[in-house]
């Protein structure tokens, strides 16, 4: 089959609207780059956090399909595919098996953390597809993380790089100061509530750990702290999450809210003090990156392995793991002129290691690689 190819770079899988920013800083690159989305997706460019100043988007970025073979069609006009969180051996299902005879073109699949730390582990036809494609895809871009390793290992997915995933930085110097209305410190948890209390198979190979938050958060409040923590529900765990709370004497400085808009979430980002991620895992996820993106400091658990492995300046925020360490943290940072300073730093170490501009030439020398395309001033 002869190619034709129209598209340099085809976008699956949108991952919070990253597909949008990955489209117009490829197309500044001067590639021809294209989103892929179901016919019903119908979110927009507002998707992305906060506002991108957009030079070359517009309603032709976007193609939409319906079918797995309209899909298909585009592929076969394509030069390389990059894929979110598997999203393209999602939407092929079976079909991805004849991706020669079909004439696919090559993929750098970007997997996400349940990718890597649940699915691909499961005993199930999902997590086979999902082990599948992963082994057989050009290429995986991951994080070292512990868990992302074992997984990586003990599944035998050899076709894998380090990578740095570009994010989306607001280019301007105000993002907008929280108006509080009260001098009570405010944190924010918009994470899933996951300690493995409800959902302990073996296949999981961690949780988000934040069991120890609520204990620790109560005894700093304990302890004379005065502060709130907003929480959406949702998750495994929230009824054990719940009865923690409960049992305390400090259940009104629990808030608990339901699904958010996507403004409705960056507004609760920057009506906080602290963004809450997680204990467990020890990387960085949307959350973390979205906070930080929005100059607002994280409390998160890293591990200290993989960011002298990834990174040559570890990030300005508060770590911890423990609820011991999660509660000194707690009790040493509750003054909201170090915490903005914290945030103002972690957004400056974010445009130095995941800034788009910093981080797509990595991509581009792959897409080089794999399609034998020449990219004039790459470096």
Known sequence: MKRVDEIDILIVGSLCGNDISFYEYLSRHGMRAKVARRFDD???????IPQLKYEYYDDNAVIKYRTRFELIKLLQKTKLVASFSSSL???????????KLLGLPPVINMPTGSDLLEVVNENTLTGFR???????????????????????????????SFYRYPYYIPEYDEIGDATFSSSRLRFFHPSHIDFKEVD????????????RFFKAFIRALDNG??????????GADVGPAREIINASKHRDRFIWKNELSRQELVR???????????????????????AMALQRPVMIYLSKKTMDMVYPVPPQMLIAHSEEEIFQELMNNSDRKKLKRIGINGRKWLL???????CLKQFLFHYSVLTGEKIPNLW
């Open 42 to 48: 119908n979110s927009l460019k507002e998707d992305n």
């Open 89 to 99: 051996g999602c939407e092929l299902s079976y079909l991805w098996v004849f991706r």
């Open 130 to 160: 999902y082990r599948y494609f992963m082994k057989t895809c050009d290429l995986n871009f991951v994080t070292g993380a512990p868990g992302y390793m074992d997984s990586i290992f003990n599944n035998k997915i050899k076709n894998f």
């Open 200 to 211: 302990n198979s073996e296949y999981r190979k961690s949780s988000k750990g934040n069991d």
């Open 225 to 234: 702290l005065d502060a709130e923590c907003v929480l959406l529900s949702r």
């Open 268 to 290: 609760e980002i920057i009506q906080s003090d602290l963004i809450i991620d997680q204990f467990d895992i020890g990387i960085m996820g949307g959350i973390t990156v979205e």
């Open 352 to 358: 130095d290691n995941h800034g788009y501009e910093r």
